[in-house]
């Protein structure tokens, strides 16, 4: 039986390695690395189907040297100890280190991610890591801090067009078949992005096509084939992202019925709970916000529920959290407003203190007029005093616009009363 198409045009080298200029271009950063011939340790945090698998390979083959595997889902502690003796003996000093890869590394307990930290210390291994979650929430900080950090992005259409091209052309069974992609939009759209999605799809399309003769290929023949069989360009059954996003709208658009759904769905399909629950916590903050504070506890006492009742009880938080985010008023205000902060303060630079708001803690600081002037406001009635708290340059700029909802009228209504027309919108 055929390997896969994706497999069949999985790349050996950098030249035939498609997307992420960025970090294996000519010139970037860890192109450099490897052909130097010596890596350190590293995470490659991106979605799914964008080369992470594919470039720890190419990786090994290029320095030659022992290449071993664990998935995080499948392998304990001790499947970890037996690769690290494995590589101590496999180890020599005129070759780089054994590179161990762990695929899904945020899948990995504490304790096999403690296991690692000393093979990775002493370099008996050089470990890369692939996950498609934030590693910062799920590996551990003294493994984190030991390795760089590469953020691989999704492909753009160029390179999808360009790996759709190599598969019809290139491809031992695909090129024999007379391939004309006379329509593509349908296939990137579908693909998300995803290489491994996108020859998935196109190997279920020319599969279905029964002609003797050449093979079009058209968005009305890609959309009914996936709507025949929508699962089938999808290995785990469910689209991730997709759903996660719809997740995240439904409850943005207060809509419990479609919030629960789409919970449903990605419960049904095995998705992280802890994911889940991450995302609840970022929509109460972004999305319902200072309109109904008590949003964040809830989602937040959801995410400790769900990690100490465990699964399957911990759908139950996890729904509840869903419909009352989903049904409370929405303000992005705070959201907002970080934003503008970041944008002004990319845009002046660093600008300096206002001497009265420095700390003093030494007596130059305080000759230097460091904290003198500063009013506290507790010492004042309604322990609130009017005074600066922008650097000079800015000093008139708004950057938290309250929004028209119970909560943050109330909240406009006391800045009015203590700050007058500076925050009369």
């Given at each position: 039986?055929?390997?896969?198409?994706?497999?069949?045009?999985?790349?050996?080298?950098?030249?035939?390695?498609?997307?992420?200029?960025?970090?294996?271009?000519?010139?970037?950063?860890?192109?450099?690395?490897?052909?130097?011939?010596?890596?350190?340790?590293?995470?490659?945090?991106?979605?799914?189907?964008?080369?992470?698998?594919?470039?720890?390979?190419?990786?090994?083959?290029?320095?030659?040297?022992?290449?071993?595997?664990?998935?995080?889902?499948?392998?304990?502690?001790?499947?970890?100890?037996?690769?690290?003796?494995?590589?101590?003996?496999?180890?020599?000093?005129?070759?780089?280190?054994?590179?161990?890869?762990?695929?899904?590394?945020?899948r990995f307990s504490k304790s096999q991610q403690d296991s690692l930290l000393g093979a990775v210390e002493t370099g008996v291994v050089t470990l890369i890591g692939a996950t498609t979650e934030n590693p910062s929430f799920e590996v551990i900080r003294p493994l984190l801090s030991r390795c760089q950090l590469y953020v691989l992005k999704s492909?753009?259409?160029?390179?999808?067009?360009?790996?759709?091209?190599?598969?019809?052309?290139?491809?031992?069974?695909?090129?024999?078949?007379?391939?004309?992609?006379?329509?593509?939009?349908?296939?990137?759209?579908?693909?998300?992005?995803?290489?491994?999605?996108?020859?998935?799809?196109?190997?279920?399309?020319?599969?279905?096509?029964?002609?003797?003769?050449?093979?079009?290929?058209?968005?009305?023949?890609?959309?009914?084939?996936?709507?025949?069989?929508?699962?089938?360009?999808?290995?785990?059954?469910?689209?991730?992202?997709?759903?996660?996003?719809?997740?995240?709208?439904?409850?943005?658009?207060?809509?419990?019925?479609?919030?629960?759904?789409?919970?449903?769905?990605?419960?049904?399909?095995?998705?992280?709970?802890?994911?889940?629950?991450?995302?609840?916590?970022?929509?109460?903050?972004?999305?319902?916000?200072?309109?109904?504070?008590?949003?964040?506890?809830?989602?937040?006492?959801?995410?400790?529920?769900?990690?100490?009742?465990?699964?399957?009880?911990?759908?139950?938080?996890?729904?509840?959290?869903?419909?009352?985010?989903?049904?409370?008023?929405?303000?992005?205000?705070?959201?907002?407003?970080?934003?503008?902060?970041?944008?002004?303060?990319?845009?002046?630079?660093?600008?300096?203190?206002?001497?009265?708001?420095?700390?003093?803690?030494?007596?130059?600081?305080?000759?230097?007029?460091?904290?003198?002037?500063?009013?506290?406001a507790h010492a004042y009635q309604g322990n609130f005093v009017n005074q600066q708290f922008l650097p000079d340059e800015i000093k008139n700029s708004r950057i938290w616009?309250?929004?028209?909802?119970?909560?943050?009228?109330?909240?406009?209504?006391?800045?009015?009363?203590?700050?007058?027309?500076?925050?009369?919108?």
């Amino acid at each position: 039986m055929a390997q896969p198409l994706a497999e069949r045009l999985r790349p050996k080298t950098l030249d035939d390695y498609i997307g992420q200029k960025h970090l294996v271009g000519q010139g970037a950063i860890l192109r450099k690395m490897i052909d130097a011939g010596r890596i350190s340790s590293f995470i490659l945090w991106g979605p799914p189907g964008v080369g992470k698998t594919t470039l720890a390979q190419i990786i090994a083959n290029k320095l030659e040297t022992p290449f071993y595997t664990l998935s995080a889902v499948t392998s304990g502690v001790k499947d970890v100890r037996d690769v690290i003796e494995k590589a101590k003996s496999n180890r020599f000093f005129s070759q780089a280190g054994p590179i161990l890869f762990i695929d899904e590394i945020h899948r990995f307990s504490k304790s096999q991610q403690d296991s690692l930290l000393g093979a990775v210390e002493t370099g008996v291994v050089t470990l890369i890591g692939a996950t498609t979650e934030n590693p910062s929430f799920e590996v551990i900080r003294p493994l984190l801090s030991r390795c760089q950090l590469y953020v691989l992005k999704s492909l753009e259409k160029d390179d999808l067009l360009e790996l759709l091209h190599i598969a019809i052309t290139k491809d031992v069974i695909l090129k024999e078949k007379h391939i004309e992609l006379q329509e593509t939009d349908a296939m990137l759209r579908f693909s998300g992005g995803d290489a491994r999605k996108l020859l998935n799809i196109l190997e279920l399309v020319v599969e279905a096509d029964t002609d003797d003769g050449a093979i079009v290929i058209t968005d009305e023949k890609v959309t009914e084939r996936l709507q025949q069989n929508p699962l089938a360009y999808d290995k785990d059954g469910e689209m991730h992202y997709d759903i996660i996003s719809a997740f995240i709208k439904s409850i943005r658009g207060s809509d419990p019925d479609g919030a629960l759904y789409w919970l449903a769905r990605m419960v049904e399909g095995g998705e992280d709970p802890a994911f889940i629950a991450r995302r609840l916590v970022i929509s109460a903050a972004e999305d319902i916000g200072l309109a109904n504070p008590n949003a964040l506890l809830l989602a937040n006492t959801a995410f400790d529920a769900v990690m100490k009742i465990g699964w399957p009880e911990g759908r139950i938080p996890l729904a509840e959290a869903t419909v009352y985010l989903a049904t409370s008023p929405k303000s992005n205000s705070a959201y907002e407003g970080i934003n503008s902060a970041l944008e002004l303060v990319r845009s002046t630079g660093n600008l300096p203190v206002p001497l009265h708001l420095r700390n003093a803690p030494t007596k130059l600081m305080k000759q230097l007029g460091y904290g003198k002037d500063y009013k506290y406001a507790h010492a004042y009635q309604g322990n609130f005093v009017n005074q600066q708290f922008l650097p000079d340059e800015i000093k008139n700029s708004r950057i938290w616009h309250p929004q028209n909802n119970a909560q943050e009228v109330k909240l406009k209504e006391r800045m009015q009363g203590l700050w007058g027309d500076k925050f009369k919108e």
